[in-house]
């Protein structure tokens, strides 16, 4: 039982080059979530997911897209990656209302 | 906009000694609230939560206060051990609607032997 599984765990990207975050996770948990962790500003929700096909915005969207075609997979991708987009991305998971989120190992990214 | 406010930033407490982390919500609509641990290199994880029906839960060393009509809630660490430092997150959601766990902005915690 693997949990969240995030791939890759480290990226260095170039500013204005695209990328794919892939999150997989083996619980069969209805809801996903994409979070960033910057310094002094904790985690903060870019978008998340209450079943396959759904997406819905967070509070930090902008920059980013997301797709659940499948229940197990919840992807983020970087379209034209900025500096700012230089974060750890946390991929978390639960069954659905007030329970317990289940989070990866994280993604650090480092745009240039 | 900062739903859920946390302090202090960081702390250092001797072994043994109880750490208190505080935060403070303005969304009356919250009915959980859980605490998150993340050692560094490592995704959080849920150390121990509480709803708004109970002031205080205690699971281990680990014990949530809550204040209902003050809207704060807090973290205390009994006996604390080296082994607790750690960077915690209080966290609050409704459940209604979807969940959207709203973070507070974390406290590194630091226990020297």
């Known amino acids: 039982n693997a949990g969240v599984t995030q791939t890759p765990k480290f990226r260095v990207l170039k500013t204005g080059q695209s990328m794919t975050l892939l999150c997989a996770q083996d619980?069969?948990?209805?809801?996903m979530y994409w979070y960033r962790q910057d310094p002094g500003m904790g985690l903060r929700l870019i978008h998340y997911?209450?079943?396959?096909?759904?997406?819905a915005k967070g509070e930090v969207p902008d920059g980013y897209n997301v797709s659940r075609l499948k229940k197990q997979n919840f992807l983020l991708g970087l379209e034209s990656a900025a500096p700012s987009q230089t974060s750890v991305y946390f991929c978390?998971?639960?069954?659905?209302?007030?329970?317990?989120?289940?989070f990866g190992q994280g993604t650090r990214l480092t745009v240039v | 906009q900062q739903q859920v406010k946390q302090s202090p930033q960081s702390l250092i407490v001797q072994k043994g000694g109880i750490p208190i982390i505080n935060c403070a919500y303005e969304?009356?609509?919250?009915?959980?609230f859980p605490w998150y641990q993340q050692f560094p290199g490592k995704g959080p994880a849920l150390l121990i939560a509480?709803?708004?029906?109970?002031s205080e839960k205690k699971e281990g060393r680990f014990t949530i206060s809550f204040n209902k009509s003050a809207k704060q809630f807090s973290l205390h660490i009994m006996d604390s051990q080296p082994g607790d430092s750690a960077t915690y997150f209080c966290?609050?959601?409704?459940?209604?609607?979807?969940?959207?766990?709203?973070f507070g902005t974390g406290t590194r915690l630091l226990v020297s032997p």
């Open positions: 978390a998971s639960s069954t659905g209302l007030n329970t317990e989120a289940f």
């Open positions: 619980m069969n948990h209805e809801y």
């Open positions: 997911s209450v079943g396959e096909g759904t997406t």
């Open positions: 969304n009356t609509a919250f009915d959980y």
């Open positions: 509480i709803r708004p029906d109970v």
């Open positions: 966290a609050a959601s409704r459940g209604t609607g979807f969940q959207k766990l709203v």
